[in-house]
């Protein structure tokens, strides 16, 4: 089953036996046996039952709150893991370490070329758009990462090549109920931003689950910085992941017309864009579907699910900081 999400307000979390029973006005809405769940994320406002929390924790199974709109809140993680060596060579590349700067790079060329991979799709698929700026721009922005010798120069070039690609992002939309300008959160102003910031969240908490379970300290990252409560390692590895997973899934919900702009509602006072219930609904249900496509990994030669490769590129990371591997490969679709 993978992630589960509640999102009835006012729902109560509880267990029975060895399942998560999920109550609303003191019906069933939800039975499902706990060794089916990878992780439970409450969105909105819901009651979870101190037994369920110890059940969860012992299951390993991470609990995440988020508001409404995806904003993340909380979470609950169970014991650390005990590999005490990979956490050792995870600190001892801090900084501007020569692993630091590598590890760096392959977050930024994977996100970088993925970028380029979805823009260069789109092209080949509608021959009335020019793409072409953006392209250029964002080759220009991968080769020179080759001679980044810093992280700030790395972030710099994410930068440049993240703009040339949002850049172009209004032409992959191919409806005219929807539109995109610029990237803006918190909170998001508009239906396509409202999706694209849910979507990195429901992301954020399925790579820190993967994160957790190889052994990381989810709060030491590299490319971002140090910051009191941020899981800076989440979200250095799900840069390579934004253009496989979540942007794929916003486009599909706006194309196919799936979502509507009836789907999405604004806040009176901050202006801020979310999503229906029941428009929540068919977000989820995409990114899930999204999460347990398989496709051949182009370093391990083998057939993954999205979900499974969270895990994968993570222990590849593990596998470079602990010297295993000559180079962090990230995950680049061709």
Same mark, same amino acid.
């Given at each position: 089953?993978?992630?589960?999400?509640?999102?009835?307000?006012?729902?109560?979390?509880?267990?029975?036996?060895?399942?998560?029973?999920?109550?609303?006005?003191?019906?069933?809405?939800?039975?499902?046996? &706990?060794?089916?769940?990878? $992780?439970?994320?409450?969105?909105?406002?819901?009651?979870?039952?101190?037994?369920?929390?110890a059940?969860?924790?012992?299951?390993?199974?991470?609990? /995440? #709150?988020?508001?409404?709109?995806?904003?993340?809140?909380?979470?609950?993680?169970p014991?650390?893991?005990?590999?005490?060596?990979?956490?050792?060579?995870?600190?001892?590349?801090?900084?501007?370490?020569?692993?630091?700067?590598?590890?760096?790079? $392959?977050?930024?060329?994977?996100?970088?070329?993925?970028?380029?991979?979805?823009?260069?799709?789109?092209?080949?698929?509608?021959?009335n758009?020019? &793409?072409?700026?953006?392209?250029?721009?964002?080759?220009?922005?991968?080769?020179?990462?080759?001679?980044?010798?810093?992280?700030?120069s790395?972030?710099?070039?994410? $930068?440049?090549?993240?703009?040339?690609? #949002?850049g172009?992002?209004?032409?992959?939309?191919?409806?005219?109920? #929807?539109?995109?300008?610029?990237?803006?959160?918190?909170?998001?102003?508009?239906?396509?931003?409202?999706?694209?910031?849910?979507?990195?969240?429901?992301?954020?908490?399925?790579?820190?689950?993967?994160?957790?379970?190889?052994?990381?300290?989810?709060?030491?990252?590299?490319?971002?910085? @140090?910051?009191?409560?941020?899981?800076?390692?989440?979200?250095?590895?799900?840069?390579? #992941?934004?253009?496989?997973?979540?942007?794929?899934?916003?486009?599909?919900?706006?194309?196919?017309?799936?979502?509507?702009?009836?789907?999405?509602?604004?806040?009176?006072?901050?202006?801020?864009?979310?999503?229906?219930? @029941?428009?929540l609904?068919k977000?989820?249900?995409?990114?899930?579907?999204?999460?347990? /496509?398989?496709?051949?990994?182009?370093?391990?030669?083998?057939?993954? /699910?999205?979900?499974?490769?969270?895990?994968?590129?993570?222990?590849?990371? $593990?596998?470079?900081?602990?010297?295993?591997?000559?180079?962090?490969?990230?995950?680049?679709?061709?």
């Amino acid at each position: 089953m993978g992630t589960v999400y509640i999102t009835q307000e006012d729902a109560f979390i509880g267990k029975l036996d060895e399942r998560l029973n999920v109550k609303y006005e003191k019906k069933t809405i939800l039975d499902v046996p &706990l060794i089916k769940i990878d $992780g439970l994320v409450v969105m909105g406002r819901a009651s979870i039952s101190p037994a369920t929390v110890a059940e969860l924790v012992n299951h390993k199974i991470p609990l /995440t #709150f988020l508001t409404n709109n995806g904003k993340y809140i909380a979470r609950l993680e169970p014991e650390m893991s005990k590999n005490i060596f990979l956490r050792s060579a995870q600190w001892k590349a801090v900084g501007e370490s020569i692993q630091a700067i590598h590890a760096s790079k $392959g977050f930024v060329r994977g996100k970088l070329k993925n970028y380029r991979y979805s823009l260069l799709k789109a092209q080949r698929s509608y021959s009335n758009i020019d &793409l072409n700026t953006g392209l250029n721009q964002l080759a220009t922005a991968i080769a020179n990462l080759d001679q980044a010798t810093s992280i700030n120069s790395i972030r710099g070039l994410e $930068g440049a090549g993240s703009a040339a690609y #949002f850049g172009c992002f209004n032409q992959l939309i191919r409806v005219e109920n #929807f539109q995109f300008h610029t990237r803006n959160r918190r909170p998001p102003t508009d239906p396509v931003n409202s999706l694209l910031s849910l979507g990195y969240s429901l992301l954020r908490h399925d790579v820190q689950g993967a994160i957790n379970i190889v052994g990381f300290d989810p709060y030491l990252g590299y490319l971002h910085t @140090e910051r009191y409560g941020r899981p800076s390692l989440a979200l250095d590895l799900m840069e390579e #992941f934004r253009p496989l997973i979540v942007d794929p899934v916003v486009l599909t919900a706006i194309n196919r017309r799936i979502l509507s702009p009836t789907d999405f509602i604004i806040e009176p006072v901050s202006n801020a864009v979310s999503l229906t219930k @029941e428009g929540l609904h068919k977000f989820l249900r995409l990114y899930q579907e999204k999460k347990q /496509t398989k496709f051949k990994h182009p370093v391990m030669q083998k057939q993954y /699910t999205y979900q499974e490769s969270f895990e994968l590129q993570a222990r590849l990371l $593990g596998k470079y900081l602990m010297g295993e591997i000559d180079k962090y490969p990230p995950l680049i679709m061709k």
